[in-house]
């Protein structure tokens, strides 16, 4: 897995505020960035077990004779040497593959420059798909760029959730800010999610890390959310359960997607269990 | 249900989910055939009017929107698409595409386009196969069969032609044989075949009566071999021309292909044989019931792959198995023509079997696939007494025109690129095996400033040969230190606070990223004569990769392969 994240330009000025927090993020975790621009309407993506085909709105191929000038001149200016990704493998001449070893992507909710699409709420279904096969955390990120002090980890005891506390553990620790935990706990006591992260190893780096834990055992999850701090990179796990599950009883993720206007850091299903930080 | 099946057996697994793809490519090729038939009809009452020339010109367009816009799928006539992913991506195969080119192919057939139904249903079988296998979790082996069954089933049902389906699926998608392979395909093959006789009847497509077949009709098939041989490379040498002329000229898909199709419409109106998949002007030709004259068969011939190119080539959907049958009968009665004027005391066997003959061999050179023309023909004409013409045609023709064009008309656009990566081949090999699962990160990394007495100690700690060095500030790969070069430094007990780590590196040492191929690295092995290389990415140092830890996961894969 490359030390990398990727990053697909839109040459808008939604597009460069999406690329500011790439940028930022890069920084923060030490992690390279590699930036694609397309040249194509659509990419291909090939995961382990599908393929995702990303079709692209028209903005990501606007005045594309400016976009890598205008890329550089964000990336420079965020302290970072920029990188550009030019695809190897075509799947038909019009139609490239995009290389999915990378530690981190950053997606925006919807890959869509329709104002109506690009606020909370809803995630573009291509954004969902990769999410879902990616092996790789995704980064979401928010309209405007806003630096986040901190980590925020959505723990809810999941194989899901446990993955997203490793990632946000790692995070934080190069980023070097504080880390919270958030629990909607209902009928379990503190002590089921203690013995989980005890289980896994995880205790002592919780000890070390954590500054705060958001522990609820009643009132409704959207109404806690606030307690999140509003400048905080939220780590949430996502589509852990099953579809018939979540259609049934709805997704956490989701709620918090439509709720908090944070940067997410999304651990799909099929995220490595720890990824590519330095 | 996923859980009770990835428990069972792995061959029986595939004999299952062969089943399954062989109903799903069945029953895609029988409603492409069901709707090409109705949009047939619709387009029918317009082929009389002053401006049925444009029609193709209209299919073209509305194909080639649909697929862009509304289906949203990018991609050529579809084999050369299955086959990229069977070799390079472990048979992933997007699910629009198992009912996008079926639609796209709809518009452009009916519409008078000069093209056949059997490559979108290939990938559209081949999607069905890679979706369901992508769906049971299966291993990209066990899914690239699938993608090959989906091919075979919607092939066999097409044509009614189990055996052809095998022998297309294992000849010009998987590329090998195997008793695994077999297994698989053939079950998928015969179902799909078996779903094509209950919902459309078993019947043959083309059914021939050739009689009284002698030694001087099988001499005389020969000569024969001349002309398909001909005729197929300029079919391949034209539609690669028509493509990159048209595609380097005419950015807009959709007028590219809507200006093939008004030629092909232009071209229809002198030449209505030409227009659509053309199996009545097959069937009349095997019948020996094709009145026009000599030259105008030889100029149907040419006008067929004129045409064929012009839609194919210019972005319009549709296969060229139809068009080589037609194109290979119009050649043999040419061909047939040929003789009777040159030998009109000879009673030869008839125009149908040279015909028949000739759709074998323009088939089987374009296809560089003799198996697929030798069964194919055979099964969709009933006519089992023509199988030694055919087979001698058939190889014939793939080793003539083979000088002239390596590659079949799927393969070429793949060879160019350097993917086109055949089973058990090297390249395959070391294409399975990633920089990453080679990479040994432990070794030391030395910086500039170190002693050579501190080297010394490392070299004497670790076995490796090749040492990286790196800036102690930045972290950046500045070169490396092989072991080799400075062994007459290393016994000089003198030097060792006076030589700096600094002044050993080789700074010429070649690296290599982590998105190379490992055919390349291979190659730089043996120019450079070294048996380690670093791997550095954005000036930073991974690992290395050796020559040993490649030949022996090669090793390992090959035995992989060869259980299989």
């Known amino acids: 897995m490359k030390n990398e994240l990727l990053h697909i330009f839109r040459n808008t000025p939604f597009g460069r505020e999406t690329l500011m927090q790439s940028v930022y993020f890069a920084k923060q975790t030490a992690v390279s960035l590699r930036v694609y621009i397309p040249a194509f309407r659509q990419f291909l993506m090939y995961f382990e077990n599908e393929v995702v085909t990303v079709d692209l709105d028209r903005a990501f191929l606007r005045d594309p004779t400016t976009a890598r000038e205008h890329a550089e001149a964000v990336i420079r200016e965020g302290g970072l040497e920029p990188h550009f990704l030019e695809p190897k493998g075509f799947t038909a001449s019009t139609l490239p593959d995009l290389p999915v070893e990378y530690a981190f992507m950053c997606c925006p909710r919807s890959i869509s420059d329709l104002s109506t699409k690009i606020g909370l709420g809803h995630i573009g279904p291509r954004v969902r798909n990769i999410i879902r096969n990616a092996s790789f955390p995704i980064l979401m990120a928010t309209p405007v760029h806003k630096e986040w002090r901190s980590v925020t980890v959505f723990f809810g005891g999941s194989k899901n959730a446990v993955k997203a506390l490793r990632t946000g553990l790692t995070v934080s620790r190069t980023a070097g800010c504080p880390l919270f935990l958030f629990t909607e706990a209902g009928r379990r006591p503190k002590s089921h999610y203690e013995k989980i992260i005890e289980d896994r190893g995880l205790s002592g780096q919780v000890q070390e890390l954590v500054t705060g834990w958001l522990f609820f055992e009643k009132g409704e999850f959207r109404n806690h959310l606030y307690d999140v701090p509003h400048d905080s990179l939220a780590v949430v796990g996502a589509y852990g359960h099953s579809a018939i599950r979540e259609a049934a009883f709805g997704s956490k993720m989701e709620t918090i997607q439509t709720v908090l206007p944070n940067p997410m850091l999304i651990v799909g299903p099929r995220c490595s269990p720890a990824p590519g930080l330095p | ?564």
Request: glycine letters at 12%; charged letters at 15%; proline letters at 4%.
């Open chain 2, 1 to 564: 249900m996923r859980t009770l099946f990835q428990n069972a057996n792995d061959r029986f697994q595939l004999v299952l989910m062969g089943a399954v793809v062989g109903v799903g490519g069945g029953l895609a090729a029988v409603l492409l055939n069901r709707s090409l038939e109705e949009l047939a009809e619709f387009f029918q009452p317009f082929w009389n009017r002053g401006y049925a020339f444009l029609l193709p010109a209209l299919g073209a367009v509305l194909s080639t929107l649909c697929l862009t816009y509304l289906l949203k799928d990018v991609g050529g006539h579809g084999v050369p698409d299955v086959i990229y992913s069977v070799t390079r991506r472990g048979g992933l195969l997007r699910f629009r595409s198992s009912f996008s080119r079926l639609i796209a192919c709809c518009l452009t057939i009916a519409s008078g386009g000069s093209a056949g139904p059997e490559g979108p249903v290939v990938i559209s079988g081949g999607s069905i196969g890679s979706n369901i296998a992508s769906f049971f979790r299966l291993r990209d082996r066990q899914r690239v069969l699938l993608v090959g069954g989906g091919a075979a089933a919607a092939i066999a049902s097409i044509f009614n032609a189990p055996v052809a389906g095998i022998a297309f699926s294992l000849e010009a998608i998987l590329g090998e044989w195997t008793p695994t392979n077999l297994i698989t395909i053939a079950v998928a093959s015969a179902v799909g075949t078996e779903v094509s006789r209950l919902l459309q009847g078993n019947q043959i497509p083309f059914e021939g009566r050739i009689v009284g077949i002698g030694n001087l009709d099988v001499l005389a098939c020969l000569g024969l071999v001349l002309f398909t041989s001909v005729g197929s490379v300029c079919f391949v040498r034209l539609l690669r021309g028509v493509r990159r002329v048209s595609g380097a000229r005419i950015p807009w898909s959709w007028i590219r292909a809507g200006c093939g199709g008004l030629l092909v419409g232009l071209i229809g109106m002198v030449l209505p044989d030409v227009l659509g998949e053309g199996y009545g002007t097959i069937h009349r030709a095997i019948e020996g019931q094709y009145p026009p004259g000599l030259l105008i068969v030889g100029l149907l011939a040419a006008a067929k792959i004129v045409s064929t190119c012009l839609t194919i080539g210019t972005g319009g959907m549709g296969g060229i198995f139809a068009p080589c049958l037609v194109v290979g009968s119009f050649v043999g009665l040419f061909y047939g023509r040929i003789l009777g004027v040159l030998f009109p005391t000879v009673h030869w066997a008839g125009e149908g079997y040279f015909a028949l003959l000739g759709m074998a061999g323009v088939l089987s050179s374009v296809l560089q696939a003799p198996m697929t023309g030798i069964f194919l023909i055979t099964e969709i004409t009933g006519s089992y007494q023509v199988l030694v013409s055919v087979v001698l045609v058939s190889v014939m023709s793939v080793t003539l025109s083979h000088v002239f064009e390596p590659f079949s008309v799927y393969h070429q656009d793949l060879a160019e690129q350097g993917d086109l990566l055949r089973p058990r081949t090297d390249r395959r090999l070391l294409s399975e095996l990633d920089i990453f699962e080679l990479l040994e990160t432990g070794c030391p990394r030395l910086h500039p400033e170190m002693r050579l007495r501190e080297f010394v100690d490392i070299v004497r700690e670790w076995g490796s040969r090749l040492f990286p060095v790196e800036d102690a500030k930045t972290g950046e790969y500045l070169g490396a230190v092989r072991a080799d070069d400075v062994r007459s430094y290393l016994f000089n007990t003198h030097l060792y606070d006076t030589i700096l780590v600094e002044q050993l590196i080789d700074s010429n040492t070649p690296a290599v990223s982590p998105d190379d191929a490992l055919d390349e690295v291979m190659d730089i092995f043996e120019a450079r004569h070294v048996s380690s290389l670093p791997v550095v990415h954005d000036r930073r140092f991974l690992g290395v990769i050796s020559k040993t830890t490649i030949l022996d996961r090669y090793r390992k894969e090959l035995i992989v392969q060869e259980e299989i």
